[in-house]
């Protein structure tokens, strides 16, 4: 099968399409036939050399896919051969078959193409795992979405709003960012150029924020953990910015702020594997029925990774950019 290899780290021009031999489920496995995957930014900096794979984990890249079950492994009986489902993988999407283990493997929502279906699971598992889990939104609270745009932004935007009826701000980069993010029920969107703090203190108050999402750390944190109303919450889900910050500890105990971080993909099957019920259970109806939707910036064929990569590293995208591994079968929408 093809897949794609980090040959070094380095820019998009590392990348290279080898050949391997076919993964073989194990027990609680599924053998995926991929039929388009999505670009995160985790590949991003796997790329760099900055975020190894876990140990045992294969080292090709991509997070989530989409396409048809091919085989599986003994025990799986909640999925069979030619069903169509969408995955959050270990590693290993940017090829023509991934093994991943079953818990992890989600039914492509009605209505939905494989295209599509790709660009949810790595976003929205991510989103579920850190707004809804680790920062305990609660109903009509107000959450801050840093990078609003991206995929996991998108999502969170739409998860706080249809699940809790939340007020939501968020930061991003150009007027078009922006607009997406109102358009996905942001009820405010800040240039994260500008001083967005202080706009936001200027349209809800001081210590105003219930919830913050944040991918930057460095300064930003301080700048948040201030803008946090008593008993707030900001969870960290990288640090682009710096792995060092400096954060005023007396006002963290003075006021019960929680500041904490997550790693998703470190965590076993059977936590993400929660997830992915959660997911199906609450998200899943709203997508099929168009009460929320997932964005597609571009599409790349496999061989054109690179391009793919390079798209990202110049944060051009809004929304996800997708890789089809079967051009001919991506669009589909399949029936359940």
Known sequence: MRVVEITR????EVLA??????????????LLEIYAASVNRPDIQQ???LYPPPPGTTDIPGLDAAGRIAAVGAGVEAFAVGDAVCVLTNGGAYADYVVVPALQCMPVPTGLSFVEAASLPEAFFTAWNNIIWLGRLGQGETLLV????????LAGIQMAKQLRGARVFATAGSPEKRAVCQAAGADAVFSYRDDWAAQIRATAGEHCIDVALDAQAGPNIQTQLDLLAYDGRLVLIA???????EVNTRDLVRRRLTLTGSTLRPRPPEYKGRIAAALVANVWPLLSDGRMTTRIHA???????????????ANAQIGKVVL?????LAGERPVR
């Open 9 to 12: 780290p380095g820019g998009p």
């Open 17 to 30: 399409i080898v050949d391997r031999p076919m993964p073989v489920p194990g027990p609680g496995e599924v």
């Open 47 to 49: 790329r760099r050399g």
């Open 146 to 153: 840093q990078g609003g745009s991206s995929g996991v932004g």
């Open 239 to 245: 640090s682009h910015q710096s792995p060092v910050s």
């Open 299 to 313: 599409e790349f064929a496999l061989e054109e990774v690179q391009a793919a990569h390079a798209m990202l590293d």
């Open 324 to 328: 089809l591994m079967r051009p001919d």
